[in-house]
């Protein structure tokens, strides 16, 4: 399964990068927002400068709502990097949008997706990524991981090529039952990136198993 990080936050996304254990960036005008970049080019070509081994993968988003600017957005921030996967919200037009970006050899990352007719429509659009956002199901009492098991049915059932980006993740609970539903990436802010690596446990045993060695006096070198 890919991990992106959810962030345009330069630390994080560095921190991260340096583990080799992320594919890629999803990035989107919230985020972007909240970085204090002074332009989106600086915003774009510091997050580029980053990713850049062949198979990483950096998703930003268009900023319009009708089809014709969107593709318009779209072709530029392809334009900037081999890497860039376009993000259009589900919409009608964003649907038209991702149809054309496809025709012309754009990656797709259809984005807001919250039901399992959307991810449909954004599959027959020709869409790379499909991005069900499931904290914001959660966080209104519906079952975000549900809409997961149900996109991945029905892709399964056409043999649809779009991959499943599990979005809106708020903690590893969420990574784990995207794996064991065989969602083809999740997206994360980087404290839960973080947590990915921990257990209690292992602390614990990390420190008995330093004092123990230090009562053998051996040494490995
Ligand atoms: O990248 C989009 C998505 O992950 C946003 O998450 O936390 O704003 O619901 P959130």
Redesign the pocket.
């Known amino acids: 399964m890919k991990i992106f990080l ?1 962030s345009a936050n330069l630390n994080d996304l560095k921190k991260a990068y340096a583990t080799n254990l992320i594919d890629g960036v ?3 005008p ?2 972007a927002s909240i970085e204090g970049y002074p332009s989106f080019e600086k915003l774009t070509h510091d997050i580029l400068s980053i990713f850049t081994k062949p198979m990483d993968v950096v998703n930003f988003e268009v900023a319009s709502l009708d089809a014709k600017t969107m593709i318009e957005e779209g072709i530029k921030l392809a334009s900037l990097s081999k890497h860039v996967v376009v993000k259009v919200p589900v919409t009608q037009d964003g649907l038209i949008a991702c149809k054309e970006l496809t025709k012309r050899g754009i990656r797709v990352n259809v ?1 807001l997706c919250f039901s399992p007719t959307q991810a449909l429509m954004a599959a027959k659009a020709g869409a790379y990524f499909i ?1 069900p ?1 499931v ?2 199901l959660d ?1 209104q009492n519906e079952d975000g991981m549900r809409l997961i098991e149900q996109i991945k049915k029905i892709y399964t059932n056409y043999g649809m090529k779009t991959q499943i980006l599990v ?4 903690g590893p609970h969420h990574v784990m039952e995207a794996a064991l539903l065989g969602a083809d990436a999740c ?1 994360i ?1 980087y404290s839960v990136f973080e947590k990915l690596f921990r257990h209690e446990l292992t602390d614990v045993g990390i420190n008995k198993f330093l004092d123990d060695w230090k009562k053998t006096k051996f040494k490995i070198k």
């Open positions: 959810d999803t990035t989107n919230t985020l984005t991005s956002f904290g914001r966080d979005a809106s993740i708020r997206t802010p």
